[in-house]
């Protein structure tokens, strides 16, 4: 059975930095719990939302880990506004 590639989901928009479900190997009918990325120049850059510290559930853990820097100092760079 031949594989397709997916293009990541949008899982949250925080003050313009999206946040894409991540896919195991980029082909899969749905999205690897846990596992998350954000666009960078470099391609995807991949983590685990479990490393950032919890606040009760995923969207709000990515909303305080945007904007505290812990989600930008996890994946080693800078995160650039989604482009318009």
């Not at 925080?14 to 391609?43: E, M, N, T």
Request: glycine share 6%.
């Amino acid at each position: 059975m031949p594989f397709t590639y997916v293009d990541p989901e949008v899982f949250i928009v925080v003050d313009g930095i999206a946040i894409y479900h991540a896919y195991k190997d980029d082909f899969a009918d749905r999205p690897l719990d846990c596992w998350f990325q954000v666009d960078s120049k470099d391609g995807y850059a991949e983590f685990d939302i479990r490393d950032l510290d919890d606040c009760g559930d995923e969207a709000e853990t990515l909303r305080q880990a945007i904007r505290n820097g812990s989600l930008a100092q996890l994946v080693g760079h800078a995160l650039e506004p989604m482009p318009e």
